[in-house]
């Protein structure tokens, strides 16, 4: 069921049914991990170990525990900065009237742009050794070209509209032009977008883990576990099944709870926002005609001729009379 066929509340039950257990494996998993048992050997199934054993031996269901907050809690701080930095600079890049400025902003951010995300990740990587924060860090700076240019696009027309020059005119802050009126105007473009580009920004933190960028090999890391299990996809598939599955349900779950989120209720069938009766608009209110004095049994005498010899005024003989 789609949450945009859905009124109400329960156009959240199926999002936070997909993203509740990813995200409390991922922020609770570790609390109940335990300490670590002794290994067994490699992608086996049972010895006290249900959902097996990994490459090396380790319990997988503890490795799945431990996996899941590396990931999100990289993949929502490389959201949190993208955005830190490209409102402010989408904003100004979208109120300025100074062409230089614009050229300034923005113009950079297109070099960086060119340049394919993975491809910078790795260029990096090469040469210095990012752990987690700076994981986060490389995320977010390849993201921020992107999400100025979204933000920028969805605030343009707002910022053309004339309540902006009134309220410059009356005195108002930049701030409060810039965010509580521009800003609020494209709220609900911007959410769509963080919705879209935090799942993004999971895939792209999971394949740089994937690729040993910002994890250790043997990391409890879900894309580190589907990378270094994949040798053993057909002999032991709980390694790899459980950690991607997790991941496709974290991006999936958030971009349909955002979409719920976004999701304006249905309006209640048969009834419009002026609350009329149906089938009826403005267009099928005619006009009335005018009401007459009750008759009597003889006709009303037609006026008398003008006495100056002025022709009578076209349309208003006893014929046209609405009441005749």
Known sequence: MSPRTTSGPRRFILPLLIITVPLLLALLGPLFAGEPGPRAASFTLGGGHWAGTDFVGRDVWRQVLLGGRPVVLTALAATALAYAVALPLGLISALTHRGWLEELLMRPLDVLLAVPSLLFLLLVAAVLTPGAVGLALLVALVNIPDAVRAVRAATAEAAARPAVEALRMQGESWWRTAVGYVGRSALRTLAAD??????GVLYLVATAAFLGIGAEPDAADWAVMVDRN????????????????????????TNLLFDAA?????????????DRGPGRDRRDQRPEPPECAPQSGHPTPAPPPP???TPPAPGRDEKSHPCS
């Open 194 to 199: 963080a919705g879209v580009r935090l799942t």
């Open 230 to 253: 994949r040798t053993g996809m057909f002999v032991q598939p709980w390694a790899v099944v459980l950690p991607a599955v997790l991941i496709m349900a974290l991006t999936m779950g």
């Open 262 to 274: 976004l999701t304006r209720r249905d309006r209640r069938p048969g009834r419009d926002r002026r």
């Open 307 to 309: 006495t100056d010899g």
